[in-house]
């Protein structure tokens, strides 16, 4: 069984800046790859970035390309650096691990099998 938990997320005035985290817990096997979706409301949970279990390679979705920076630590903790924030970026955002070994990263909901409960991100005008 695997955990995850994101933090990090408040309000911010379009073009300020926050910083998600995603703490993961349990038996996890080497090679893994993690993400980051968001979903606001009414519509569905669309791909944010990506990163692979050395960190070396990462994937962004093209609204997000240049503003976001996905990271990691040695540790099972993934990091969202959100910068240019814009009021469209508005959504919950939820954490998702692939708990195969190695993959392409994922950019679709159903290559990730397990997921943190979100974080709440507000971008105001």
């Known amino acids: 069984q695997v955990q995850l938990v994101e933090s990090g997320g408040g309000l911010v005035q379009a073009g300020g800046s926050l910083r998600l985290a995603c703490a993961a817990s349990?038996?996890?096997?080497?090679?893994?790859?993690m993400g980051w979706f968001r979903q606001a409301p009414g519509m569905e949970r669309e791909f944010v970035a990506a990163?692979?279990?050395?960190?070396?390679?990462t994937n962004y979705a093209d609204s997000v390309k240049g503003r976001f920076t996905i990271s990691r630590d040695n540790k099972n903790t993934m990091y969202l650096q959100m910068n240019s924030l814009k009021p469209e970026d508005t959504a919950v955002y939820y954490c998702?691990?692939?708990?195969?070994?190695?993959?392409?990263?994922?950019?679709?909901?159903?290559?990730?099998?397990?997921w943190g409960q979100g974080t709440q991100v507000t971008v105001s005008s």
């Open positions: 349990g038996r996890i096997a080497n090679g893994y790859n």
């Open positions: 998702g691990l692939d708990r195969r070994v190695g993959v392409r990263i994922g950019t679709r909901e159903e290559e990730y099998d397990y």
């Open positions: 990163i692979r279990w050395s960190g070396s390679t």
